[in-house]
């Protein structure tokens, strides 16, 4: 399992936010650069951005924070956040990005997911945020009435390898990840799924690695500290 240490970009600053709620922002660190260095330092080969004001607006908005961390920090990005169309997804993959997250338009434009994993493979991720098993989209600010195992069960027709599930619920709160759900989806669908939201300690990270995950998303605990970031990624080594 490899870990993905967080870092949600909002107006240029590090931030996080408690079940995806605008009110709760809260800055984590001084700058994005520094803090992804210091994530190379601690053995993290990945690192997980989201653009919090893309994924709010529908566009690009922090995007030259992004490709700065991708071409100077020495960590494999995957970013989410205002990913809509395909220009944007070419700008970033084109532009050291390795990885892309399609969020929203999962729902609104599967068409797009398709184009986009025909073009670009395993490059392509999904994101699947739920609230009470039902997606939501555009920054957590709109529910949908598709179930998350349904979508995840589309998105891998469509060709999609990789799934980034998060409990809305739990984001931000350190209260632990939801495995029921986590389990459920990684039963329900072949494709390699990362988790994310609610992390909280290294029992967190040894649970889910037990239920053969992919991946896991951790951002809060590193920041607060519950989690050291250099003992999750030795524990999914061994």
Not at 62 to 89: H, P
Request: hydrophobic share 40%; proline share 2%.
């Amino acid at each position: 399992m490899i870990i993905l240490p967080a870092i949600d970009i909002k107006d240029g600053q590090c931030v996080r936010l408690t079940k995806g709620d605008f009110a709760t922002v809260e800055k984590v660190a001084e700058d994005p650069m520094e803090t992804a260095l210091g994530f190379c330092s601690a053995g993290a080969g990945w690192i997980h951005m989201v653009d919090l004001d893309g994924a709010k607006e529908g566009s690009l908005k922090n995007s030259e924070v992004f490709l700065a961390v991708a071409q100077q920090s020495g960590l494999k990005v995957e970013i989410g956040g205002g990913i809509r169309t395909m220009d944007s997804i070419d700008y970033y993959l084109s532009n050291g990005i390795t990885r892309v997250i399609i969020g929203s338009a999962a729902i609104s434009n599967p068409e797009l997911v398709k184009e986009a994993a025909a073009r670009y493979g395993d490059r392509i991720a999904v994101g699947i945020d739920a609230r009470n098993g039902m997606v939501s989209a555009d920054g957590w600010l709109k529910d949908s009435d598709v179930n998350y195992i349904d979508l995840a069960r589309r998105m891998e027709d469509i060709g999609i390898r990789y799934i980034i599930f998060t409990d809305i619920s739990k984001d931000g709160t350190l209260s632990g990840p939801n495995l029921d759900q986590l389990f459920k989806i990684n039963q329900a669908v072949s494709c390699d799924i990362i988790a994310s939201g609610g992390i909280h300690t290294l029992e967190d990270i040894k649970a889910l690695k037990e239920m053969g995950l992919y991946g896991a998303i951790c951002g809060k605990s590193i920041y607060k500290g519950t989690l050291s970031l250099q003992e999750a990624v030795d524990c999914c080594k061994e």
